[in-house]
Structure formats: C-alpha cells, structure tokens
C-alpha cells in the first residue's frame, strides 16, 4: 500500500511540474522588444575637433643691418609700445660710415663750388671775346676757343652738381643704416619670443634676421581643421565654444569668421596642402585635428547614431577622394582633404596663451520643429532569427538592401507580434535624432530599437 502510495504521490508531481512548465511557456514572451516614440523637436549637428590658438596680430621683429648686439631692453613676456627700443646694434661701423658720406658730400660740394668760380670765369671771358670779335679785334678761332671753353665749363659744373646730390644721398643711406641699428618695437604688446643674445653677431646679408616675436594677445584667433563632408556647413558670422586643457572645464567662446579655401590632404603620416608634390612633413600653423566627429549636446550616444555618422562619412570621403584623383593628379590616392576654420576669440584678459591646443565645438546644421526618429530605430533591421521567432515569413524590401536611395530608408513597428517595415525620407541628423521629410510615420509611433531572442 505504502509503495502504491509513492508511486501515485510522484506521478502527481510529475504532473504537476508539467503543468508549471506549459503555463510559464505561455506566460514568457517570445520576444524581447525595444521600441521608442517618434517625436517632434529640434536636431542640432555639431562638429567635434581641435585647434590652435595664435594671437591674430603677430610680427616678427627683425634687423636690416648687421652687426653685434650690444643690448637689449625687452625679454620674453615684455610688454612693449609702438616706437620703444627694444634692441641696440653696435653702432661703430655705422658712425664711421656716416662720417664719411658726410665728407664725401663737403668733398662734392666744394668741388662743384671750384667749378662754379671756374664757369663764371670762362662765362665772362666767352663775353668779351664775342665783343672783340664783332669789333674785328680778334679770329674767329679765337672766338670759338672761348665759347668752347665756356660750354666745357658748364658741362662740368652739372657733372659737379650731380656728385654732390649723389652724395647727399649717400648721407642719407648712411644716416638711415645708422638709425637702423636701434631695432623698435613695430606694434603695441607682449615679446613672446626673443631670439638674440647681447653679443651675438647678427648677419643680415641675404635676409632679415628675426630677433623678436611681438604679438597681440587681446585677440586671437582659433584654427580648427575641418573635414570636408562638413565644410559647407560652416559659415561666418557662427558661434562657437571650446575648452582648454589647461584651463580646466572652463568653457570659451568665438565667432567663425572665415573658412579658408585652401585645402589640407591628410595621408597616412603626412599632412600637406592640396596641389604640393611632397607627401611627408606638415603644413605650418596647421593644426592637427580630429575632424568631422559629431556630438550633440545634453544627449548620449546611440548605437544607430555611429553607424549613420560612419556610413555618411564614409560616403562623402570616398566622393572626396574621386573628385580630388580626377581633377588634382598631385594629391596622393587616399586622402583625406579637410579645410582650416578661422574663429575670433576675444583675449582682452590675457588668459589664453598663444600655442594653447582647444577642443572646439562648431554648429553645422539645426533644424526646429521637425519630426524626428532616434538613430536606432534607422539602424535596426530584424534578423532571421528574428523574424523567424516572431512566426511571420521573411520581409521583403524593396532592393533588398535595406534603404531605396541615399536619403531614404526603413523604420520598423511590432504589432500584433509581426514587424512591420516603414519606408521614410530621412534629412539632417545629429548623435541622437534623424530628421524624417516623409514615410508613413507621425509623431507619437512606436518604433523598435533592439530586438532579441529571449535567454533560456
């Protein structure tokens, strides 16, 4: 009886843990479905990358004249006037050289006056002689000697006159290598390089040797390298903000105020200028930058976003590189042509130092009052897996590709336990939100982001 007993108390369970089973099989969905609402907003793009900041107004202060410098009167961070002295040449060689183009034109000048007496004489002479003649008292040869005498005379006194103005010059070429030996500052502010030494000879035959740096530091400028597939949207007159390092979280702001036309390619470690035949080095004052990286500010990243952004970029760059192979022969295959955007920054409190590398922020594109879809829900197509464990036969796109051009593409519902595809126009983009310009979707749908096979 008891062994009866057991035996029908195990098969009870038995059927018991069955039943728990079945219940729990229908109870678990088959699916596990992510999906988020269409809405009606703004979309900002920005464009992520860096710069550097140099002072807008900079000049390199040189020297014309040889020679050693016997002092200085500025150093680095020196703030310095217009007109100062800021360096003194050793004046000797130039004293001596005035000296003597200031004798050279008494020399002149006396030797045009000896001339003179002697043309007046000869002048006075040729006088007399053409009285005498016209009274028979003399030849004709005679006559003629004096008049040639008296010509002669004058020829040379104009030779005479024109020595001495040569040698005026020459005073005056001597008094200005002699003024050019006290170097002055050109502008108004702050020695950011100094490159001479008291007693270092200075040579200035075949060019100008540059001793100091003077720059305005109140305003500068920022200069960020920007890709190609957004240059166009870059525009003066926009504002812009960054951050610098070394200043902490401190945040900065600029106006854009040219986008420079010349073109920078970028190959795999060299950057140059499009149209140079080099393929290594680096473009001077070009800065080194991570350009064409979206943000959008006060909203994280989704998965889809990175795909659409890759996929964009990756398409501009390839039409980049085409039309550059095409009407460039010099811009090596494979590169990466990008431009310099020039932003104003006011400095009036000196706090940014020239050289500082930023991490600037520059608005491409917004849109207000559109209606948007996440980046996600572009991304995301059902597997087969997927669509199999939903229990509807395999969806057919149009093309099977998965987008019917190059602004369009697909959004997905789940309703009723079946996806559902939705064909749209899709605009602008940033990091989170898609622009939709048509399709079958409204504020308010429910679109699905992420599907996966339930864990057992």
């Known amino acids: 009886m008891k062994r ?35 809405t009606r907003g703004a979309i900002a793009r920005e464009v992520l990358t860096s710069g550097v900041l140099e002072p807008r107004d900079a000049v390199d202060t040189g020297t014309q004249v040889s020679g050693t410098i016997q002092a200085l009167h500025a150093d680095f961070n020196s703030t310095v006037k217009a007109g100062e002295v800021i360096a003194q040449i050793d004046p000797s060689t130039y ?41 028979g008292l003399i ?28 040698a005026q010059a020459g005073v005056r070429v001597a008094e200005v290598n002699r003024s050019r030996t006290t170097i002055r500052a050109p502008m108004d502010g702050i020695v950011v390089s100094r490159d001479v030494e008291v007693g270092q000879t200075i040579a200035a035959s075949f060019s100008s040797p ?3 740096r003077i720059a305005n530091l109140s305003q500068m400028q920022l200069l960020a390298e920007i890709g190609e597939a957004e240059a166009g949207e870059i525009k003066a007159g926009v504002p812009v903000t960054f951050q610098i390092e070394s200043l902490g979280p401190q945040t900065f702001e600029g106006v ?3 986008l420079r036309l010349e073109p920078i390619y970028e190959t795999a470690g060299s950057t140059g200028t499009a149209g140079s035949t080099g393929t290594t080095g680096s473009t001077a004052g070009t800065p080194t930058a991570t350009a064409g990286r979206s943000t959008s500010p006060n909203s994280p990243a989704s ?37 310099t955007a020039v932003v104003d920054v006011d400095n009036t409190d000196n706090r940014i130092a020239p050289g ?26 059902p597997s087969a897996d997927i669509i199999k464990a939903s229990g509807q036969d395999p969806v057919k796109l149009d093309g099977d590709d998965d987008a ?40 308010g749908d429910e679109l699905v982001t992420q599907a996966s096979l339930p864990r057992r």
């Open 303 to 339: 998965p889809g976003s990175a795909t659409a952004t890759a996929t964009a970029a990756t398409s501009s760059t390839s039409a980049a590189q085409t039309s550059a192979s095409s009407t460039s022969p010099a811009v090596p295959a494979g590169s990466v042509i990008s431009y």
């Open 256 to 258: 854009v105020s040219e």
């Open 4 to 38: 009866a007993f057991l035996i029908a108390g195990s098969a009870a369970l038995v059927v018991l843990l069955l039943g728990v089973t079945a219940y729990k099989a229908t109870r678990e969905p088959a699916l596990a479905v992510s999906v988020a609402s269409v």
């Open 356 to 381: 500082s590398t930023a991490i600037v922020t520059l608005p491409t594109a917004r849109r207000d009052d559109v209606i948007r879809v996440p980046n996600a829900a572009l991304a995301f197509k």
């Open 139 to 166: 030849t004709q040869a005679e006559l003629d000697a004096a008049q040639l005498a008296a010509r002669q005379a004058a020829a040379a006194l104009k030779a005479a006159n024109a020595s001495v103005r040569a």
């Open 404 to 443: 019917r051009g190059g602004s369009s593409g697909y959004v997905w519902k789940y309703a009723a336990g079946k996806f559902v595809p939705i064909a749209v126009d899709v605009g602008a983009s940033d990091e989170r939100w898609t622009e939709i310009t048509g399709g079958g979707v409204k504020p």
């Open 95 to 135: 004293d001596t050289a005035l000296a003597e183009a200031r004798g050279n034109h008494l020399q002149a000048m006396a030797e045009a006056q000896r001339l003179k007496v002697e043309f007046d004489d000869l002048t006075t002479k040729a006088g007399r002689a053409s009285q005498l003649s016209s009274n």
């Open 210 to 212: 540059v001793l100091f």
